[in-house]
Structures are given as C-alpha cells and as structure tokens.
C-alpha cells in the first residue's frame, strides 16, 4: 500500500483538525472502544457531568442523552482545541467550551452558564495522555469541581502505549538531531504511577487497569501521523521535513504494523480508572 500526500488541512492554535480526526481516527469513539469505559462511567439521567477533552463529541453526545433524560441532567464539555469544539457545537453541544484540564478555569458567564462545581462525575477519554506538561494539575481541576464522592472516571492511553511507534519517532527525529524527549507530547503511565497521583490529590482509586487493544487503522500510518503527531512531535518543523519524517517513521513500522493485505494496526495499551473524591 503507498501512502499519499497529506492534504492541506486547516489545524487551530493547538496543532489539531477536527476534520482529520473524523477522516483518520474515528477508531477513538467507536462503540466498540468506549463500551467500556461508558460502563466504568455508569452516567445516570439526572446526573451533572462534565467531559474533559471532549473532542469532536460524539461520546459527549451519548452522556447527555442519559443524563438529560431526566431533570436537572446536565452535560459541560470542555478541550483545548478550537476546532474540536466547534464540532462539539455543531452537535448541539452548547455548553462547551475552549480550555486546557491542566489548570480548568470557566468561561465569563456570557461564555457558559452551567455549573461550575458540585458536578457528579467527570468523564474523560483518549485525552490525559496528552496532558504531559502537568497531569497532576487535571487531577487538582477534578478535584475542585467534584461533590464530595464525586466519580473521575476515564481512558486514556497508558504504559506500552504505541510501543514500537513511539521507539520510531524518537530514532527519526534524534538522527535528524532534534531532542525526542522534548518533542514527545505524550504521558502514558503505569496503574501504580497514576495512582499514586490520584491519590496525592485525595482521591479514592477503586479501579485501575492497563487494558491492552490491537487497534486497525482505517487508513495507512501517515494519515495516522499526519493526524496526531504532525501537529504534536513536529509541530514547528517546515512542511517538507515533517512528510520526510512521517514517511520515514512509516517505513520503520512496516515490517511489524502492516499485515500481508496492505492493512495497518497499532498496539494500544488503555489505561482506565475510576477515583472517588474524599471531600
């Protein structure tokens, strides 16, 4: 299989196109996928939810049919990217909003008039791993928004995630003498590292599982790449490097991610939890 150009695609101030996302990756919120962290969840209608990293919402939208199924359900939706929530909007999302879980604040009251503490549960899925700068500071933000044995129930990607990929983008980018470790945007921590942040921060962890999944890429590697880590890893390198490196990350992952049919899969290792809020 011969992978293609990327196409020219319009990303917001934080590296990411909705449009991609929904184009290469709607593996993330498949039925298939959430099943079970929507089960760890256990969303009840008349519940206050709030989802942190909302993405383009298509598992928002599921929580909010529970929970506003009955009065005084209530779904919030917040992420970092500009263009994720405009597609959480145009699904009908109003109360969502532009903000990095790291160091939660609300919007004016113009911007968002839900609740802005006192919340049932959060919800979050494939969006901590992303939160490398500082993944005790979402845990502070759950914890300041929670009632008292309020749930923070998520996935998100844990230990071995994406092994061999990972290795890949490392190689490339250190021989073309840029530092990996600076560049790589990704926390994926074992139970024992995430729980003890959980509960330095005062949080009961009644459940935590590395969840290994074989994932099959609707398209081939660079569009994946193209996807996550154009934006990400190689965020500020001119146009023509970044293909050359997405295309020479590809070719080091063929021989163990590419099947004889020409079809592509990763190793996802998934990490779930669920933490109840002392106070």
């Not at 929904?22 to 929507?38: D, E, G, I, R």
């Not at 990293?53 to 049919?65: F, H, K, L, P, T």
């Not at 139970?191 to 290994?212: C, D, M, Q, R």
Request: charged share 25%; hydrophobic share 40%; aromatic share 10%.
């Amino acid at each position: 299989m011969t992978s293609t150009q990327p196409t020219p695609d319009a990303r917001d101030s934080s590296g990411w196109s909705a449009d991609l996302y929904n184009k290469n990756a709607n593996f993330v919120y498949s039925t298939a996928f959430t099943s079970p962290v929507l089960e760890l969840l256990g969303a009840k209608p008349g519940e206050r939810i709030i989802d942190f990293g909302c993405g383009s919402a298509e598992v928002s939208v599921v929580i909010e049919n529970i929970v506003k199924s009955k009065a005084g359900g209530y779904l919030a939706a917040v992420d970092m990217s500009e263009s994720m929530i405009e597609k959480a909007k145009a699904r009908g999302l109003s109360e969502a909003f532009v903000c990095d879980i790291q160091d939660l604040s609300f919007p004016s009251s113009d911007g968002y008039k839900g609740p802005r503490d006192e919340f049932d549960a959060i919800f979050t899925n494939a969006t901590l791993h992303w939160c490398k700068r500082n993944p005790s500071g979402v845990i502070k933000s759950a914890k300041k928004i929670l009632k008292k044995n309020g749930r923070f129930v998520g996935e998100f990607g844990g230990f071995l995630n994406c092994v061999g990929l990972r290795i890949a983008l490392t190689s490339v980018l250190k021989s073309r003498g840029y530092d990996p470790i600076e560049r790589d945007p990704w926390f994926f921590p074992s139970p024992e590292e995430y729980t003890k942040l959980l509960e330095a921060e005062g949080f009961n962890v009644t459940h935590i599982s590395l969840n290994p999944r074989f994932t099959p890429l609707e398209t081939d590697l660079f569009s994946w790449l193209n996807t996550f880590a154009k934006g990400t890893w190689l965020k500020d390198l001119p146009e023509q490097e970044a293909v050359e490196i997405m295309k020479e990350v590809e070719e080091m992952c063929r021989v163990d991610s590419q099947d004889g049919n020409g079809n592509w899969a990763l190793m996802y290792a998934r990490l779930r939890f669920v933490a109840i809020s002392s106070s």
